[in-house]
């Protein structure tokens, strides 16, 4: 299933920020680029997560925030974001809701695949990179910039 060319399904979430953060909010007013990925800890989101936030400032530069999202609890985020230097919002999909809604959740494992969207200023999907298996990650950060670039 993809959502290329559709508007992004629009959620509500509990954030590291301590606040709920909706996609909606940002409509009209930044790009967004949500990063969903397995688990919190683990070896290969540890080396993904850090290297979208490491680029937070070149997405700024172009309108756009980037969110984590997985299901794992604003607790945990919290603690791994603060092992590993993550500066960007990481939401808690805790029932794999969300990650239903953008057909990247593995019910059977309880986690949602490795997949980044990005979502334009209007809410329409105009990227989407998912991984084949949740040990992949070869979309970088780079090359959503040049996505970027190309609205």
């Not at 953060?21 to 949500?34: A, C, E, N, P, Y």
């Not at 993904?48 to 794992?72: C, I, K």
Request: glycine share 6%; hydrophobic share 40%.
């Amino acid at each position: 299933m993809s959502l290329l060319g559709q508007n992004a399904p629009d959620f509500a979430l509990p954030s590291t920020e301590g606040r709920e953060i909706r996609l909606s909010d940002f409509k009209g007013q930044q790009h967004v680029v949500l990063v969903f990925y397995p688990l919190d800890f683990s070896p290969v989101c540890s080396m993904q997560l850090p290297e979208y936030s490491g680029r937070q400032e070149d997405f700024a530069a172009l309108d756009t925030t980037v969110l984590g999202v997985n299901r794992d609890s604003v607790y945990t985020h919290k603690a791994w974001a603060a092992e590993y230097g993550i500066e960007i919002p990481l939401l808690a999909d805790l029932n794999l809701k969300v990650a239903r809604e953008y057909g990247v959740a593995i019910d059977e494992r309880a986690i949602s695949k490795r997949a980044v969207f990005l979502i334009d200023k209007d809410g329409v999907v105009r990227f989407e990179g998912v991984e084949p298996s949740t040990g992949d990650y070869s979309v970088r950060p780079e090359q959503v910039l040049e996505q970027i670039r190309t609205l």
